[in-house]
């Protein structure tokens, strides 16, 4: 799995755009871009995943420059319940995964939102 | 999406003692992953639990310590063994979730005295 490394913290006000980078300069051919969001005293939850380009829904964008040596992801309009750690994983096996399934989490990046 | 009922969401405990904690997953799948999240930490895979066979642990971690059960394609347990206060952690199931990504339980927040 490729190490990723991101901002440990970052703080915003409510109805800015964030937007958080992650660098993954070993990343191999076959993987996967994926981005969960763990809110405090919760699991993390996945929020969006992607190979190249960029992908959109209805949480985050994630935008993939064609070296794919880093991404960001993109939260439009924050508001104060966007308050959590974001994680960036890197692997083959889909949604962050290796090919046999572990999600490998790096220390990711505690964004405060404030009002 | 997959659902994950985890139980205990807390608990405290004394040292020397062992803790068993539950998940309870909607639908069949075929391996579960148990984590551990340390104040302040990240998480860290413990151990991937395939129904039918012994649990598969990750470096740093022994079946001893954390004797896992995986009876069918929905329950799986983890146990901590003989505590001490450094396995106060968070200590959290997942599965892969067929509609994307994975999915994880609540946690158990475990505090040992």
């Known amino acids: 799995l490729a190490k990723t490394t991101q901002p440990i913290s970052m703080d915003s006000y409510e109805g800015q755009e964030v937007n958080i980078t992650c660098s993954h300069n070993n990343i191999a051919t076959n993987d996967y871009i994926t981005w969960y969001q763990q809110f405090p005293s919760q699991g993390p939850r996945f929020i969006i995943q992607?190979?190249?380009t960029k992908v959109t829904n209805e949480v985050a964008s994630l935008f993939i420059p064609a070296d794919r040596k880093s991404s960001t992801l993109s939260l439009p309009r924050v508001s104060l319940s966007d308050t959590a750690v974001y994680y960036c994983?890197?692997?083959?096996?889909?949604?962050?995964?290796?090919?046999?399934?572990?999600?490998?989490f790096g220390q990711g990046t505690t964004l405060q939102v404030k009002p | 999406s997959a659902v994950i009922s985890q139980k205990p969401s807390r608990d405290i405990c004394q040292r020397g003692t062992s803790l068993t904690i539950q998940c309870q997953v909607d639908s069949q799948v075929t391996m579960m992953f148990w984590y551990r999240q340390q104040p302040g930490q990240s998480l860290t895979l413990i151990a991937t639990?395939?129904?039918?066979?012994?649990?598969?642990?990750e470096s740093g971690f022994v079946i001893d310590k954390f004797p896992i059960s995986r009876p069918n394609l929905t329950f799986s347990t983890l146990t901590v063994s003989n505590m001490s206060p450094e396995d106060s952690s968070i200590y959290l199931c997942s599965v892969e979730d067929p509609t994307g990504g994975y999915t994880f339980g609540s946690g158990t927040r475990l505090t040992v005295v």
């Open positions: 994983l890197v692997g083959r096996g889909g949604y962050g995964s290796s090919n046999t399934g572990k999600l490998i």
């Open positions: 639990a395939n129904q039918g066979s012994e649990a598969t642990y």
């Open positions: 992607g190979y190249k």
